[in-house]
């Protein structure tokens, strides 16, 4: 799932066309910085990768991006 923070649609159709996200799993947040989603987690910055479980509750809240080496260590890590 991708949630963008973008302020303008435009901008926000620009980069799911260059980073070619799904359009089916793609989100934009109106007052993303004032949600309670984002001050709970400590979003400040983007991008930011969450790692959540089946159950929905975040595994880790800095997770690799998903072209890091680093993020299929820690999902071998738990299976």
């Given amino acids: ?4 923070s973008d302020k303008q ?4 159709r620009e980069a799911m066309s260059r980073f070619t996200l799904p359009t089916n ?4 947040m109106l007052q993303a910085e004032k949600t309670a989603f984002f001050q709970k987690n400590g979003v ?8 959540m479980g ?3 509750k975040i595994l ?3 997770a690799p991006s998903p072209s890091d080496p680093a993020l299929k260590k820690l999902l071998d890590s738990l299976l």
């Fill in 54 to 56: 089946k159950d929905g």
């Fill in 44 to 51: 400040k910055t983007i991008p930011r990768y969450l790692l």
């Fill in 9 to 12: 649609s435009a901008a926000w």
């Fill in 60 to 62: 880790y809240r800095e």
């Fill in 25 to 28: 799993w793609s989100y934009r």
């Fill in 1 to 4: 799932v991708s949630i963008s």
